[in-house]
């Protein structure tokens, strides 16, 4: 039997009622399409951080790279500072491995209701394509004069040829499986240097890609266009900052974090990619038993495809989608009265 090995960090807060919740529905759809998922479960978190001042053991990247994928849920705790858990954890994974493409997909699951008006399923469907391994999120700058009225700060984003082009590679060969139309995300009017360079290597992108249609905005406007008119995007190609503040708005216009999924993808496989919904680890509703878990389960889904199990990621999406759609088994965050538990029955029940 085919058996993927895959590294479960449920991290804190939510992410250890949605990711066993997710876990249930991936170990009932690997025995329905005949393969299995061998799990190894890792503590990794901010209250392993507490504990020990490590969010990971020094060889935690090292135990990561045995593994064919990663299951992340969230990290993050109101007493820990949340640049720790992040380049404690998520940056050395997602960097170490060349995870550089985080993608989120956006689309309006049957029965839920977005927060704009007249729009229906089939009227939302687009993916972003954040650059995931450099861009504004570098470790490059410092403080001066700190504590007196000189003090200052100095933050450099990097932008590189290899770096830049890899992401609208992998962005434009998406575009080809879907609609064929990549959208870039600028600001080249108002950041000009690191800006024009990747509108540049935007139009060095496209011409070997001559049936896809290209545009690009400059982040405000897009940003207004995810509201007004979200149904004309496909793809969208943007950089890791403008790409995290569009794949938090995506989602808010198809349901909110609860339904939100993404994938930090190595596309040449050197290396695991690392699955991880794009919600953080809720502290407000932590503990209460009513995360919604579909995040976690879509995420899943977009797991099973990158390792070729297409059938089960789709089984994934069709449960989901029919609990979706007959509406009365859902968390508070979609309106509903279900707790974790439940609303993971529902879907495991269809799956019967
Ligand atoms: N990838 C990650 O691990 C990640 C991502 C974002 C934030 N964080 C961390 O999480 C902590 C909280 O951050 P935040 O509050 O900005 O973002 P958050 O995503 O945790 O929560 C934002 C809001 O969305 C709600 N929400 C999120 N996921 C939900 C779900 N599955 N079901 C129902 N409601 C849900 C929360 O209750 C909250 O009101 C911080 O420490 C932050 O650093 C981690």
């Known amino acids: 039997m085919r058996t993927h090995r895959i590294a479960l960090i449920p991290g804190d807060g939510i992410g250890g009622e949605v990711v066993p919740a997710a876990v249930r529905v991936l170990d009932r759809v690997a025995g329905r399409h005949g393969f299995a998922l061998d799990h190894t479960a890792f503590d990794w978190s901010c209250e392993r951080w507490t504990r020990t001042g490590r969010m990971m053991p020094a060889d935690g990247l090292e135990q990561l790279a045995a593994f064919d994928s990663i299951f992340l849920g969230a990290v993050g705790h109101p007493d820990v500072a949340d640049h720790v858990s992040l380049w404690g954890l998520l940056i050395p994974i997602r960097r170490t491995f060349q995870q550089y493409v985080n993608l989120r997909p956006v689309r309006l699951l049957r029965g839920l209701m977005s927060p704009l008006r007249d729009v229906g399923p089939d009227d939302i469907d687009f993916c972003v394509v954040r650059e995931n391994n ?52 600028t600001k080249s009017n108002g950041i000009i240097h690191t800006m024009p360079f990747w509108d540049e290597r935007f139009a060095a992108a496209a011409p070997a890609f001559p049936d896809v249609h290209t545009e690009q905005f400059h982040i405000d406007i ?23 503040i569009l794949s938090d708005l995506g989602p808010a216009v198809v349901g909110g974090l609860g339904v939100a999924a993404g994938g930090n993808i190595n596309p040449e496989r050197t290396h695991p990619s690392m699955f991880e919904p794009v919600h953080g680890s809720a502290p407000d509703i932590a503990g209460q038993g009513v995360a919604n878990p579909i995040a976690a389960m879509w995420t899943a889904s977009m797991m099973l495809e990158h390792l070729g199990e ?27 009265t279900a707790s974790t538990d439940e609303l993971t029955g529902a879907v495991l029940a269809t799956l019967d």
Do not use: C, K, W
């Open 134 to 185: 450099e861009g504004e999120y570098s470790e490059i700058g410092g403080r001066l004069y700190e504590g007196t009225d000189q003090e200052m700060a100095v933050q450099e984003s990097i932008f590189t040829r290899r770096g830049v082009d890899r992401v609208m590679r992998y962005a434009f060969e998406l575009a080809r499986t879907r609609r064929g139309h990549v959208t870039s995300a």
């Open 222 to 244: 897009l940003a207004a266009h995810f509201v007004q008119r979200p149904g004309q995007f496909d793809v969208v190609v943007a950089s890791n900052l403008f790409g995290d």
């Open 310 to 336: 297409h059938e089960a990621a789709a089984t994934v999406m069709t449960a989901v989608e029919t609990v979706t759609a007959d509406g009365t088994t859902l968390t508070p965050d979609l309106g509903g």
